[in-house]
């Protein structure tokens, strides 16, 4: 299975280094970021990723409140 990878992160160092450790996994396909909560709850809708790393502390819309907007049952 390949796997679409989203990065949800409001740190731009936090999200260049997880592109580098999941670009040497064969098994990803395509690697998306998100800056903060809102872009990941539209990109979870849009992209529709197998895998989220998904940041729990963000400004505005946190982690845990993106998980509330997409529902727990339909994460990725």
């Known amino acids: 299975m390949r796997l679409k990878v989203l990065i949800a992160d409001d740190e731009p160092l936090a999200r260049e280094g997880l592109k580098l450790l999941m670009r040497g996994e064969p098994?990803?396909?395509?690697?998306?970021?998100?800056?903060?909560?809102?872009?990941?709850?539209?990109a979870i809708r849009e992209q529709q990723p197998n895998l989220v790393l998904l940041d729990v502390q963000m400004p505005r819309l946190d982690g845990f409140a993106v998980v509330e907007a997409i529902g727990a049952d339909r994460m990725p």
């Open 27 to 42: 098994r990803v396909d395509s690697i998306c970021e998100a800056r903060n909560g809102r872009e990941a709850v539209t």
